[in-house]
Structures are given as C-alpha cells and as structure tokens.
C-alpha cells in the first residue's frame, strides 16, 4: 500500500527527530501537499457524532455480564485461588491465570478523531487505553494492539499522510510506556477511528482494587478538566456562528493556548501518578474520560465496600474553559461535572494524610500539577458536586 511506503517520509516531516511532542513542529496539512483546510476531525463529522451508550445503560450491561461471570465461577478450578477473581472490574478485566498465581490485567479502547493533529491523536489514543491500566495501579503494560479505522471519506492522498503519523503517535506513546505495539487490526470505516488493547501479566501486589476508600479519605485529581471544552472551541474558530457566541469571554490566543494544553494534557501518561498510588497506600482510584467527573466519580464511590460517598468541592479547569463552557449555556455542563473529557487523569482515594505528598511528589516528577478536589464522607455509595465548586483555574504550560 502506498501508505507503507509513505510512512517514514511523512513522519519526518513532522518530527524533529525526537519522539516527544515537544520536539516536533505543529503539523501543517500543506506541509504534506493538503489542503490548507483539512482537518482531521472532519472524519468524525458525522449524524451520531459524540453519541454514547447512556451511563445507567452501560450500568446495567455491565451488570448482566458480571452476573453471568460470576455463575461461572461455581464451577471453576479458581474458586480455591488465593487471587481474587474481580473480573469484569471498574476500569480493567482481571483474570487469575491458571499457572504460576499470576493475573491477566486487560483493557481496551478506542474513539473518533478529536485534536486534528495525527500524530497527537495517535499519541492520545495510546495514553487513553493505557490510562485504564494505570488507574488500577498496574505501571507496566507487557504488550499492545493497535486499532485503527480509516475513513471513506479520506483521499488516497489523505490517507497516506494521515495514517503512518497516527501509527507514529500510537507507537511513540507506546515506547513512552516501557511498551511495543505487536499486532492489531485496520479497517475501512465511514468513520475514522483510533484506539488499541493494552495487556499485562501481573502479581496480585501490582494492582490496586479500587474498592476501599474510607471515610476521612480525600479526592486527588491529577489532570485539569476542560478537555472537550477546549477542542471544540478551537473547532469553532473556523466557524464564525460559533465563534461569536464564545468572543467575548475568550481571545483566539487564549483558545488556541487551551487547546494545546488540552493536547499536551490528553497525550501525557498517568503512569507516574499510577507509580505514585503504591508509594501512597492509594484506596483506589479510576480515570476520567467520556462520562465526566461526576460520572466517574460516582461509579467508583458504588464500587466501595465501606458505606462511603464522595463530596467534591474543587474543579481544576483549563484557563478560560469554565468561562468558554458558560457562555454556551447547558451545552458541556463542565462544572456540573458532566463535561466528556479524553485521556485525562486519575481521580484517586487518598489518606488525607498523604494527599498533600503526592500532590507534591506528581509535580516534582512530571512538573505538571494534581489538585485535592473532594473527601470521602459517611454516604451511600454516591459522589456530588457542591452547588457552588471553586474553580481553579489551570494556565498553559510555557
């Protein structure tokens, strides 16, 4: 295929011969012979574009599975295993292998084009699929498969340029990771899609069971909010309807400077903050993608064993989202918590004593923030946002 060919070529005419985003120019669609015009996130522009199962649909499926999953363990040679059999889990499946008292701990993900950069987006699609290993405090991936949808819609030129950066981008992210990319699957697709499976073998010390927060735990998060927020926004620079309703609370060098920090941010892995979970006797913990805060939240505090709810009182947002996400009305309900982001952080159940030492311990490493957002309080199992959260608002990165 003329892609393969194609590959190394494209690549380097984006990459200044470094892996990290930081080392490579913006891409430039005319750089490549495209149209000044073209945009990646075109290909997701279709009739059901941004439409998901429903989180209390999604509840219940999953339910029906676990149950199913659960008779089968009636007859199974683990039930006499000292390795807890979680299954269908919050954010991973894992699997009690049968030799060797190891645990398969697996994943999977994928999603439209939503930054129009592709080697970002394949670099987001990595760190997306893996931030579910990492929200059970697995920091090591033994091996990933790359999924990947290409539109009908795109050009055999397109194409050629467009695919081998997303395969950049995923593989860097990848490498990033202390992983490699050994195999996956591509497609022809009216939509184009990008995502993978992340797999690792594991002892039962190498996970955390997001199951046992306490009350007196508070809430760390360890990425800002305002991801969707943020990419639309810059879509809406090229749509002048759009763009007047946001205008006057925003500058197209603040859009622009939010919507490279939402990339940068999308494409970072969690996996320092998963590293950190173990140093800090973490309670448990899940990542925060299409559901929003408040979805997330809430099905991590129904998973816990204590009678425990979450109260959230702090919303690191991306600076001038929150302002962006009001001018439109009900549209994000970004400080309600309903907000979808993509590959952004942990929210994890800490020992109040401890959260303020990881919070320090994160930036220390990464030079990057995470914010104590919330406690764990006597409850039922539920997570709220106060009526009236401070939002903190979270500046690019120079």
């Known amino acids: 295929m003329s892609y393969q060919v194609d590959a190394l070529n494209a690549a380097h005419l984006e990459l200044q011969g470094g892996n990290g985003a930081e080392l490579r120019r913006p891409f430039d669609p005319t750089a490549h012979d495209l149209e000044s015009t073209f945009r990646l996130t075109r290909f997701a522009d279709l009739k059901g574009r941004g439409c998901k199962v429903p989180q ?12 199913d999953y659960s008779l089968q363990d009636q007859d199974t040679q683990f039930m006499n295993m000292a390795i807890p059999r979680i299954g269908i889990g919050l954010d991973c499946s894992v699997i009690p292998l049968r030799h060797g008292g190891l645990c398969l701990v697996q994943t999977t993900d994928f999603f439209y084009p939503i930054v ?5 987006m394949g670099k987001i699609a990595c760190a997306n699929v893996l931030s579910d290993l990492y929200a059970m405090g697995v920091t090591d991936c033994d091996n990933m498969l790359m999924l990947l949808a290409v539109s009908t819609k795109m050009t055999e030129k397109e194409r050629d340029v467009v695919v081998p950066l997303i395969m950049r981008g995923f593989k860097d992210s990848a490498l990033e990771a202390g992983t490699t990319v050994t195999g996956g699957q591509s497609v022809v697709n009216p939509w184009c899609t990008i995502g993978g499976v992340a797999s690792t073998i594991c ?14 735990d508070v ?34 060098e603040d859009v622009r400077k939010a919507y490279h920090r939402a990339m940068n941010s999308m494409a970072r892995l969690n996996r320092t903050a998963a590293r950190l979970m173990h140093k800090y006797n973490a309670h448990g913990a899940t990542d925060i993608t299409g559901f929003g805060l408040l979805g997330h939240a809430q099905t991590l505090a129904s998973h816990q064993k204590k009678d425990v709810s979450f109260v959230i009182h702090n919303l690191p947002v991306i ?12 549209m994000f309900q970004l400080l309600q918590g309903h907000s979808a982001e993509t590959s952004g952080g942990l929210l994890i159940c800490l020992p109040r004593e401890q959260a303020a030492a990881y919070c320090k311990d994160i930036e220390k490493q990464e030079g990057y923030q995470a914010w104590i957002i919330g406690i764990v309080e006597k409850g039922n199992k539920t997570a709220r946002i106060i009526d009236k959260p401070r939002v903190i608002e979270v500046p690019a990165k120079d």
């Open 56 to 67: 209390e649909v999604l509840g219940k499926l999953v339910a029906a599975l676990q149950q």
């Open 116 to 120: 129009d950069d592709p080697y970002m």
């Open 203 to 216: 002892q039962p010390n190498e996970y955390i069971v997001p199951d046992n927060a306490v009350v007196g």
């Open 219 to 252: 809430l760390v998060l360890t990425k800002p909010l305002g991801t969707q927020v943020a990419v639309n926004a810059h879509q809406w620079l090229d749509q002048p309807e759009r763009w007047n309703r946001i205008k006057l609370v925003v500058s197209e």
């Open 319 to 330: 600076a001038k989202m929150a302002a962006v996400a009001k001018a439109c009305g009900n």
